[in-house]
Nanobody, 121 residues
């Protein structure tokens, strides 16, 4: 069965950067579309970014476009999210997910346990 393990979260000040990683196992990673979604305290899941199975097409929510970069290494079965110019509103639990389509949806086949990102001013 699919397993996804996120890491790399932490506490930073506004304007700071973090790099999230997601180690995948139990499925054919290189054939799978992947996304990052997040959930802020008291709010629902929000789609953040997605990447197709080959890694050549990426998608971003308007709220993170130009600040976040999604990437993947299919040889290492790992998904990444580079977070730059962080804002307080980026504070959330971040999850990587195996998805049917990597754009504009929080539907997923499998999701990790999450990694917390906290941005303070």
């Amino acid at each position: 069965q699919a397993q996804l393990v996120e890491s790399g979260g932490g506490s930073v000040q506004t304007g700071g950067s973090l790099r999230l990683s997601c180690a995948a196992s139990g499925f054919t990673f290189s054939s799978s579309h992947m996304s990052w979604v997040r959930q802020a305290p008291g709010k629902g899941l929000e789609w953040v970014s997605g990447i197709n199975s080959g890694g050549d097409t990426t998608y971003y929510a308007n709220s993170v476009k130009g600040r976040f970069t999604i990437s993947r290494d299919n040889a290492k079965n790992t998904l990444y999210l580079q977070l730059n110019s962080l804002k307080t509103e980026d504070t959330a639990m971040y999850y990587c997910a195996k998805v049917p389509w990597p754009q504009y949806t929080v539907d997923y086949y499998a999701r990790g346990q999450g990694t917390q990102v906290t941005v303070s001013s």
